[in-house]
T-cell receptor, first 114, second 114 residues
């Protein structure tokens, strides 16, 4: 799996959009970008994933650059409950014949300020 | 659905003691995983299973054993507890579906070995 680089921490004001960057310059053509988050003392929670098109769901939007070497997770209207560690993970999803786990780095600690 | 449940939530062991961490999922997922998370770090994969009767080692399997006799249960066994095994343990499950193979995590077991 390709390695990712994320800032260790970020602040964002409540109600504003939180934009979390991730660099994955060695990503290969069949690797997807996944985002998970971990609220303090809880298990990680899936947020969103994508291959090359921008994606949006009820939690967030994922913007992937055209060369796929970086991406941005956008939380459109951050609340205090969005304070968490956010992990950007690049991997080839399971297709056939086996599975491997997720490779978690240290992530970005996003702090939402009231 | 209860999702992924883990017991116990907390446990203190003495060096050399043994214990089993329980993990159960009710989503009929084929894939299950055990991770450990040391303070300030990301998660590391201990063992995983792609179905009943099939298990495989992850990144940090030493000191642990697993079994998978049913689809629902994936217990993790510590035979001779050591202080280095002090960590938070997370179980996860996944329904393999190509690009959408997201993992669902339990709430974790916080283990201290003294």
């Amino acid at each position: 799996d390709a390695k990712t680089t994320q800032p260790p921490s970020m602040d964002c004001a409540e109600g504003r959009a939180a934009n979390l960057p991730c660099n994955h310059s060695t990503i290969s053509g069949n690797e997807y970008v996944y985002w998970y988050r971990q609220i303090h003392s809880q298990g990680p929670q899936y947020i969103i994933h994508g291959l090359k098109n921008n994606e949006t769901n009820e939690m967030a939007s994922l913007i992937i650059t055209e060369d796929r070497k970086s991406s941005t997770l956008i939380l459109p209207h951050a609340t205090l409950r969005d304070t968490a560690v956010y992990y950007c993970i690049v991997r080839i999803p399971w297709v056939d014949g086996g599975a491997d786990g997720l490779t978690f780095g240290k992530g970005t600690h996003l702090i939402i300020q009231p | 659905n209860a999702g992924v449940t883990q017991t116990p939530k907390f446990r203190i062991l003495k060096i050399g003691q043994s214990m089993t961490l329980q993990c159960t999922q009710d989503m009929n997922h084929n894939y299950m995983y055990w991770y450990r998370q040391d303070p300030g770090m990301g998660l590391k994969l201990i063992y995983y299973s792609v179905g009943a009767g099939i298990t495989d080692k992850g990144e940090v399997p030493n000191g642990y054993n697993v079994s998978r006799s049913t689809t629902e249960d994936f217990p993790l066994r510590l035979e001779l507890a050591a202080p280095s095994q002090t960590s938070v343990y997370f179980c996860a499950s996944q329904w393999p579906s190509g690009s959408g193979d997201t993992q669902y995590f339990g709430p974790g077991t916080r283990l201290t070995v003294l």
